[in-house]
């Protein structure tokens, strides 16, 4: 039976970690993240959810307090936003080098200075080589079923997973979103099965100081290096290209929701003219999509949904009928250009693709985005590679540049 509510994304990343009943939660309010700090604790005081909610001081606390508790055995959750994001950063790369399965939402918000509540992608983005998989969602129903999907695609890998989406936009904008029964999830979702557990039984040492080389231990076991354990940590996020594209599949199966594994594609069949990005700018380009065929030019979306692994063979394939490219993002990589485009660029390097690539820089600090903006942008795309420009472009959309 269907149980479609209205609600926020907010609500549906919270009900989604209540459906993955985590034995841990740990999390410092951030505007725009709060609303599901306090749903799950709402949760959690009513006894829907039976777990441990952690309050603490900082949101570098709530991380290491999710560290802690994956290393001894629990299914654990966090989320944050901006500074917020920034303030966990040592402990980001520090779960990930443990290589423990922790979930966390990223409401996706500008960083300070100069402050801003509002939506962009920069918080993520600066994040992106702490050795985190990268989620993007485009709408609210994505939202909860990517965070089910996190908790598989984490604990088949061992590396932590990162579900993002727009602040305000997706967080507190209200849609219908169908949420799935507890039996549904629980034949997804498989208990917790951790891979460390500390028992005065059996002590361990967890993550001693790791020598350059690779050396015997006390037993006379040859034990890693700290290279080959970041060798190990790489193998792991090859892999996870499989299991995120496995994951989607298996949830599609069971739900009846197909959201994509590492992208999803709008109208690319016969596409001369592809628009992409992340998150609700990549919902937004579909209806520029759709104005720019009524124009009659052949525009299709594909819609990044993997940051981390970047899904390079995915894309390679999606792009390869293009005749122009336009990236629309909510970040950049000061001093050179949106990260998607430059990984864009890379993916197809060494490809016969050779569409010219215009980088808009859109959103920044909440920045409306209207579809008309993207319309006229990628139409101006689309002409520049029929006069045969060569694209490189890195263009700021709706910005005073003058």
């Not at 801003?116 to 992608?121: K, M």
């Not at 990268?134 to 997973?161: F, G, K, M, S």
Request: aromatic content about 8%; overall charge negative.
């Amino acid at each position: 039976m269907s149980d479609v509510r209205i609600i926020t994304g907010n609500e549906a990343a919270a009900l989604a970690v209540k459906r993955a009943e985590p034995g841990v939660i740990a999390a410092y309010p951030i505007t725009p993240q709060t609303r599901l700090a306090e749903v799950l604790s709402e949760y959690v005081e009513k006894g829907e959810l039976k777990a441990e909610y952690v309050r603490v001081e900082s949101e570098h606390s709530s991380m290491t307090v999710c560290i802690s508790a994956s290393t001894v055995g629990a299914r654990v959750f966090t989320a944050t936003s901006s500074n917020g994001l920034l303030y966990m950063h040592e402990q980001l790369h520090w779960a990930a080098g443990s290589r423990l399965p922790v979930v966390m939402c990223c409401v996706n918000r500008g960083v300070g200075a100069p402050w801003s509540i509002f939506n962009d992608q920069q918080d993520s983005f600066s994040q992106r080589d702490t050795g985190w998989i990268q989620l993007y969602c485009r709408d609210n129903q994505e939202i909860l079923d990517t965070v089910l999907q996190a908790y598989r695609i984490a604990e088949e890998v061992y590396l932590p997973v990162m579900v993002c989406y727009d602040g305000f936009v997706l967080s507190h904008t209200m849609m219908p979103v169908d949420v799935p029964d507890a039996g549904l999830v629980k034949k997804f979702l498989p208990p917790y099965r951790p891979h460390t557990i500390l028992s005065p039984e059996d002590p361990k040492t967890i993550n001693p100081v790791f020598f350059a080389s690779r050396r015997e231990n006390a037993d006379g076991v040859l034990c890693d290096g700290y290279m080959e354990m970041r060798y190990k940590m790489q193998a792991a996020f090859e892999r996870s290209r499989t299991v995120i594209n496995a994951a989607s599949d298996e949830w599609a199966k069971l739900s009846g929701r197909n959201h994509g594994g590492m992208i999803w594609e709008y109208m690319t069949e016969d596409a001369d003219l592809i628009l992409t990005g992340m998150g609700s700018i990549a919902t937004e380009a579909t209806l520029a999509a759709d104005a720019l065929r009524a124009e009659g030019i052949r525009a299709g979306v594909v819609g990044i949904r993997a940051f981390r692994p970047f899904p390079k063979e995915e894309v390679a394939q999606a792009f390869a009928k293009a005749s122009a490219i336009a990236v629309f993002e909510k970040c950049i990589s000061y001093g050179y250009e949106g990260g998607v485009c430059s990984d864009l660029k890379a993916a197809l390097y060494g490809t016969d693709i050779k569409a010219p690539i215009h980088n808009y820089i859109a959103g920044l600090g909440g920045r409306d985005v209207k579809t008309r903006e993207l319309v006229e942008a990628a139409r101006t795309t689309f002409e520049a590679a029929l006069a045969g420009d060569a694209g490189n472009k890195t263009i700021w959309l709706n910005c005073h540049t003058g």
